[in-house]
């Protein structure tokens, strides 16, 4: 018996032995700052890797060559909370993808190309918060999202999507911020309740006004905020038969060296009759007209583009009186007066100016006192010059110069701005390689969702509650 107990206690130990060293690898291409953290960012791999700790929590796969992700790479990553597949070849994601990743918060699937997300993508995920399946190629919103009940934040900008049903967002009660911009949406019929559900939500729709139609023509670039629900209609195609119809022509020809007019109806059929007159008629202009003849079993229906004009009454005289036209000297009329109303114009600007010029005010006959006074205000503290200067919305201008000076402190302003660490990866994942740009989208969107809030003095205090303050030098410039 003590001989099996010792068997069984070393057998547990190389079991755990060897679960600890699994939870302790790390891929040869990736970078483990923890065993809790797995970067593979940029590494050219086509494929998620092996040997990647038990414990990971988060794991960045960004900018690589992925074509695929199927639950048997990733089922074993049971404490996953955090995945980021941006950038790279994905072009569908099947179903159960994620299934085996209950804890799972944050989904970074954005700049793929990524067409298809089967409905059971996402099942067995429900601790979803923020997905983003912006800059792909869907055509439409994926369902199955709307069965996440914790799911906050979706990004579904810059895709092809053309429609959607209102009730899919309708559905979704934890959602407070969705990004639609920059989508080929097709504002007809089938689009209102989608513009009824944007004109009455309290969600944040990212960059409202670059939700815009992309068809019908009258609706091209117009955001769909600002478009009227009667404007959205279907077309219907309307057809007309070619043989409900017979047209015939009626000639009158008329002999101007004469007096006597012939009229002669060349026509075959008019009711079924033929008929050719003459008369004797005062000499008028030659005429051509056209006819349309309906039989009783062709009927012409209405919306056709057919005029049946009226036939005359067997009369056999036609009189035409011509009189000489007067158009020539009402025409010089009208002319001459459009020409006495615009020298009239001409002259009143004429002594409107000389007026102004007459009365202008004398100039300033201490300017030497006038410059001290502005060198004056120049100097001293920048508060002192402007009382109200914390008081003043920040510029866009301002907002680009802070985001050249800012450095690694940027990150933590992203917090203090209110903005979440999933936010902060797309601001990175927006702007690869280009810091700049990344904290400038993050100064923007602070801008623009605070809106009267947005002031300098406001982002000034945010700057100096930070663990690691920005150094006053960076920000000297907003106050002055």
């Known amino acids: 018996m003590e001989s099996i107990g010792k068997i069984s206690a070393l057998f547990l130990f190389l079991t755990l032995a060897t679960v600890f060293n699994m939870s302790q690898q790390c891929p040869s291409v990736c970078r483990c700052p923890s065993g809790t953290e797995v970067r593979c960012i940029n590494k050219g791999i086509s494929a998620i890797p092996p040997n990647i700790p038990l414990t990971v929590e988060k794991l960045y796969l960004d900018g690589n060559g992925i074509s695929e992700v199927n639950n048997s790479d990733i089922a074993a990553l049971t404490n996953l909370k955090e995945l980021y597949l941006s950038r790279n070849d994905l072009k569908n994601v099947p179903g159960q993808t994620f299934a085996s990743l209950p804890n799972l918060e944050i989904l970074s699937l954005a700049s793929n190309n990524i067409s298809f997300v089967d409905n059971d993508a996402f099942q067995n995920s429900p601790k979803l918060k923020y997905i983003f399946l912006n800059k792909n190629s869907l055509v439409e919103v994926p369902t199955g999202l709307e069965r996440l009940d914790n799911l906050q934040i979706l990004a579904l900008d810059e895709n092809n999507i053309r429609t959607v049903n209102a009730t899919f967002f309708r559905s979704m009660r934890s959602i407070r911020r969705i990004e639609l911009n920059n989508n080929p949406w097709s504002c007809d019929c089938h689009l209102r309740g989608f513009k ?12 409202r006004e670059n939700v815009t139609c992309a068809s019908p023509e009258h609706l091209i670039g117009r955001a769909i905020d600002d478009v009227n629900v009667a404007d959205m209609a279907c077309t219907t195609h309307r057809t007309t038969n070619s043989t409900t119809a017979k047209v015939t022509t009626l000639t009158i020809g008329v002999n101007v060296h004469s007096t006597r007019t ?214 000297r410039f907003l106050l002055s």
């Open 196 to 207: 009824e559900w944007m004109s009455e939500t309290t969600l944040e729709i990212s960059l």
């Open 262 to 475: 012939t009229i002669a109806y060349s026509s075959q059929s008019i009711h079924g009759k033929t008929s050719s007159r003459t008369t004797d008629t005062t000499p008028v202009l030659s005429t051509q007209n056209h006819l349309t003849t309906v039989s009783k079993e062709n009927q012409i229906t209405p919306g056709m583009n057919a005029t049946i004009p009226s036939i005359a009454p067997k009369s056999t005289s036609y009189h035409r009186v011509v009189r000489p036209s007067s158009s020539g000297y009402h025409d010089n009329k009208y002319e001459l007066i459009w020409i006495i109303c615009i020298l009239g114009a001409a002259l009143l600007i004429v002594l409107l100016i000389l007026l102004c010029y007459k009365f202008r005010p004398p100039p300033d006959p201490r300017p030497d006192v006038y410059l001290e006074d502005v060198h004056r205000q120049d100097e001293g503290d920048p508060r002192e010059r402007m009382p109200n200067v914390e008081n003043k919305p920040v510029t866009e201008a301002q907002l680009q110069t802070l985001a050249s000076k800012l450095g690694h402190e940027w990150e933590q302003l992203n917090f203090e701005l209110g903005f979440s660490n999933a936010q902060l990866y797309q601001f990175k994942c927006n702007h690869p390689g280009n810091v700049r740009q990344a904290i400038f989208e993050m100064l923007s969107t602070w801008r623009r969702e605070k809106r009267r809030d947005a002031t300098i003095g406001r982002l000034v205090d945010h700057m100096k509650n930070i663990p690691d303050p920005v150094d006053e030098e960076n920000y």
